[in-house]
């Protein structure tokens, strides 16, 4: 059985190096997927995840994580949690629980403080000047979008036994209302994983995600034979279309897949969506799907493309 890893954002790039690291040497794959992540948390240069996210509205930083384990079907997730250094190894903890698999605001932080969970000031002093300005500009609470495309850290890991995992972590939407919770602590929306088939992860705006369950949808039709770029393709051009055929004006969203056989696939609607791929054969490698409203494609990312890009 080979290995492999896909995540979603540029910045993951470094996380899916240690954690293809790990993968390589036949480490399972939760411990690979956590390692990923907290790389992605513990850098306050990523704007919208862990330590220097993006704050709410009233100027804290409130984060949202979850683990789903592809062997057992079981996960963890937490949501609008303040200073968690890595929210991400909370929700991989209740993962590992039959019941209380998802705590919320203080009941999760004194779990994570009853267990020994390392606690900090997740507000940076450029995450405060972010919000200062964006105060200063004024924004209006109902149009706030996906911060410059680049939110979430999704990471699915497949390791040689065969087993899945699925992390997310992300400080949500930029000037969201306090305890405002997006797709990506849902299961089912920002992430699902089953081994026995594979799994998808989400990121974008969460309000729009989860009216279609876009994670579940895409590992379903995997199930039903379909391969990994034609289901995210498939379930998020079809959400999109349903929204816009109701009225709805939906926001970004992106998606990535990989099934049990390490085949992955990515696909967004907004002009440029950056993901990682690694597998046994393959190096850690920059994708990108590109949509200009008519065409859809998947390139490698160029040099001349990497040197030009202006996200995270
Ligand atoms: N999906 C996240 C949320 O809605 C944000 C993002 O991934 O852009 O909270």
Same mark, same amino acid.
């Given at each position: 059985m080979k290995y492999g890893m896909i995540a979603t954002w540029k910045m993951a790039y470094e996380g899916v190096v240690e954690g293809s690291e790990k993968l390589r040497n036949g480490k399972e794959v939760s411990e690979a997927v956590i390692c990923a992540i907290e790389s992605v948390e513990n850098? %306050?240069?990523?704007?919208?995840?862990?330590?220097?996210g993006l704050p709410n509205r009233v100027g804290e930083v409130e984060l949202d994580a979850a683990y789903m384990d592809g062997e057992r079907l079981c996960f963890g997730a937490v949501m609008?949690?303040?200073?968690?250094?890595?929210p991400i190894r909370v929700a991989r903890h209740l993962?590992?629980?039959?019941?209380?698999n998802i705590l919320a605001g203080g009941g999760a932080e004194s779990f994570a403080a009853t267990h020994g969970y390392e606690s900090a000031n997740m507000l940076t002093h450029e995450s405060q000047q972010r919000w200062e300005k964006k105060i200063g500009e004024g924004y209006i609470p109902e149009e706030i979008e996906a911060y410059g495309g680049h939110d979430t850290v999704c990471i699915i890991g497949l390791d040689d036994q065969g087993r899945m995992g699925n992390g997310v972590s992300t400080s949500g939407?930029?000037?969201?209302? %306090?305890?405002r919770v997006g797709d990506s602590p849902v299961i089912g929306s920002g992430f699902y994983c089953d081994s026995r088939v594979g799994a998808a992860s989400a990121t974008g705006v969460g309000e729009d995600i989860m009216k279609g369950c876009l994670s579940f949808r895409i590992v379903s039709l995997i199930k039903a034979g379909g391969d990994c770029q034609g289901a995210c393709e498939k379930a998020l051009f079809d959400h999109e279309a349903d929204l816009k055929a109701r009225g709805s004006k939906p926001g970004s969203m992106s998606v990535i897949a990989m099934d049990k056989n390490g085949n992955f696939g990515g696909a967004t609607t907004q002009k440029e969506f950056p993901f990682v791929v690694s597998r046994e054969e393959m190096e850690p490698t920059i994708f990108v799907a590109q949509n200009d409203g008519k065409v859809h494609r998947v390139i490698k990312a160029t040099q001349d493309w990497k040197d030009n890009y202006l996200g995270d």
């Open positions: 850098n %306050p240069a990523y704007r919208s995840v862990g330590f220097g609008a949690v303040k200073n968690i250094k890595n993962s590992g629980y039959q019941r209380n939407l930029f000037m969201k209302h %306090p305890g």
